[in-house]
Structures are given as structure tokens and as C-alpha cells.
């Protein structure tokens, strides 16, 4: 993996400060064209622009106001909380009340409650909540607030987009073992955590595309095992829904494919309640040993 050398940056000069006045209208609905207009100005009164760490600069500024509004409003959510619980206990007590209201005055039915179709449907949805699994995008990985990642069963594809413009000497990455460390020299990294597998790092590289993303090639050890989030702390995927391309399960060696092939269809047939490729197996054993006997009787028989 290649290293990036350190940069120096320009010397910044002393200059006498002068005070200019700056006109322009705020349009609510275009709030770009201001900003837009506001670097023009200070493009041609000062020198900011003509420093190598604008970017850098700016994206800090940027960084920095977005991260007061995010406070700002956390601070504004928890302040609701209280309100809303308080309100959610009332609720809750008259729910209660009214249940075994109900449950008084319902005649028992073999004493037990019968379950209504939208209780049942709830306690699946329940059940999805606690596995706390995610649905695979359409690279089989998953989109995350600053990155977003994908797989095969031979390696794992990520992206990150970091401000248009940038360098390639201005971004630090760092591919280990069973770690990675990605972001914009002097700012906090943007992905950082233990990986969910380790990977060949000697096959492992990073790239700048189109000077507005980091893209990350990370070849696994285990190549025969889908990966169930990229770093520990983040969300897992349902690794039963993942579905690999034709193209990439053509380039499989035939005893590899077919692992791959039966895998699929086994999850396949587990998520319709339908048997799995060994129990049709059994199935059509069974059934050809009794064409073959018709004199003994099935009729009592239970097989599992």
C-alpha cells in the first residue's frame, strides 16, 4: 500500500487588516448562490484562496457549525423526552386498565387468551426489532450516515465521500489486519474501528476518485463467509437476504459454486418454510422406497 508523504504548507504572510464592506441578499431557497457569492468576495479581497489548507479551512469552519446545530438539536430532543414520557405513562395506565376491563368481562376460552392476527404481526415485528438486523443494500453491504460499503464473498468495496477538490495528499488511511483507520489529515477520522474479519493487506489498497471519495478495496482471509457489518459498533446485516451476482459466482472454481449455489437455495427455501435441497433429498429417498415396497404400510409411519 503506498505511503503518502507529509506536505509542507505555505508560510503565512502578515498583512495589514482592512475592513470592506460586503453586500448580497440571502435567498432562503438558493442559500448556496450566497455562499457562493460570499467566497468570490473574499477570493478577491484576500489571500485565503490562494493558501494550500482552504479546503482543509473551510471544510473545518463547515464541520464545526454543522456539529453546534446537531448539539443544539439533541439538546432540543432531550428536553422533549421527559413531556413525552410523562404523557406515554398515562397512556400506558389507562391501556392498562383497559385490558383487564375487557379481560373481566370476555367470557375465557380454555383458559386462555386467543391471539388476534395484528398481535401476532406485532410480535414478529418485535421479534426483528430485538434481532436489531438490517436488511443488505444492493451490494450486499450497507449505507451508513458517512460511508456506505458493499461485498462479494471475495472482498469488501468502500466509499467515502469527503469535500470535492480534495488532494491525495491530504487524506490519511491506514489498512491492517483486522483495523482500518480513514480520514482528512488533521480532522478526526471519518471510519475507524476493528474490522468484522480480517483481510489481506498486501491485496488491500485505497484510492482517490474523482477527488471527491475515498474508495477502499479490502480482500478477505475467509472468502467462503458473507460479512455481517464492516466494523464492530455498526449495525448487522440479515446475511440470509444477501444475493451475490451471477457474474462474480462465475468466476468461482465448480466446487466452490456449487457450495455457493446450494447456500443460496437453502436460504431461499428457509425464508418461503419450504425444505431445504438435503431435506428434498430425504424426501425423494423416502418416496422411491415406497414405490419400491408397496406391500408395507406408511400410513402410521413418522418421519422426521
Known amino acids: 500500500m503506498a505511503i503518502l508523504s507529509d506536505y509542507e504548507e505555505e508560510d503565512h504572510k ?3 487588516s482592512v475592513k470592506k464592506p460586503f453586500n448580497a441578499v440571502l435567498d432562503s431557497s438558493d442559500p448556496l448562490r450566497f455562499l457562493q457569492t460570499a467566497f ?3 477570493a478577491r479581497e484576500t489571500d485565503l484562496f490562494k ?6 479551512d473551510v471544510n473545518g469552519l463547515v464541520r464545526s457549525v454543522k456539529e453546534k446545530l446537531d448539539a443544539d438539536e ?3 430532543k432531550e428536553k422533549a423526552v421527559p413531556a413525552a414520557s410523562n404523557g406515554g405513562a398515562s397512556v400506558k395506565v389507562d391501556n392498562k386498565r383497559a385490558k383487564e376491563e375487557s379481560s373481566s368481562s370476555a367470557p375465557s376460552q380454555s383458559g386462555s387468551a386467543v391471539k388476534e392476527p395484528a398481535d401476532q404481526k406485532m410480535e414478529e415485528a418485535n421479534d426483528d426489532d430485538k434481532k436489531g438486523l438490517r436488511a443488505p443494500n444492493k451490494g450486499n453491504g450497507l449505507d451508513m450516515e458517512n ?4 461485498q462479494s464473498l471475495q472482498e469488501v468495496n468502500v466509499t467515502i465521500p469527503i469535500p470535492p477538490g480534495t488532494k491525495s ?3 490519511a488511511c491506514e489498512i491492517k489486519k483486522n483495523h482500518i483507520k480513514v480520514g482528512l489529515k488533521g480532522q478526526p477520522p471519518i471510519l475507524e474501528g476493528d474490522l468484522y474479519k480480517s483481510v489481506k493487506v498486501d491485496d488491500s489498497f485505497w484510492s482517490l476518485e474523482d477527488q471527491k471519495a475515498i474508495t477502499l478495496l479490502l480482500t478477505k482471509q475467509d472468502q467462503m463467509e458473507w460479512w455481517k457489518f464492516l466494523v464492530k459498533g455498526e449495525p448487522e446485516i440479515d446475511t440470509q437476504k444477501v444475493e451475490p451476482e451471477n457474474s462474480k459466482l462465475a ?4 466446487e466452490t459454486r456449487s457450495t455457493v449455489e446450494k447456500m443460496m437455495f437453502d436460504q431461499r427455501q428457509k425464508q418461503m418454510g419450504k425444505p431445504t435441497s438435503d431435506e428434498m433429498q430425504k424426501q425423494d429417498i423416502l418416496k422411491k422406497f415406497m414405490a419400491e415396497h408397496p ?10
Open 14 to 16: 502578515q498583512t495589514e
Open 40 to 42: 468570490e468576495f473574499v
Open 51 to 56: 493558501k494550500d489548507s482552504v479546503i482543509k
Open 74 to 76: 439533541r439538546k432540543r
Open 147 to 150: 460511508y456506505s460499503w458493499v
Open 169 to 171: 495528499r491530504f487524506i
Open 251 to 254: 468466476d468461482l472454481d465448480p
Open 295 to 304: 406391500e408395507m404400510d406408511f400410513s402410521r409411519a413418522k418421519i422426521n
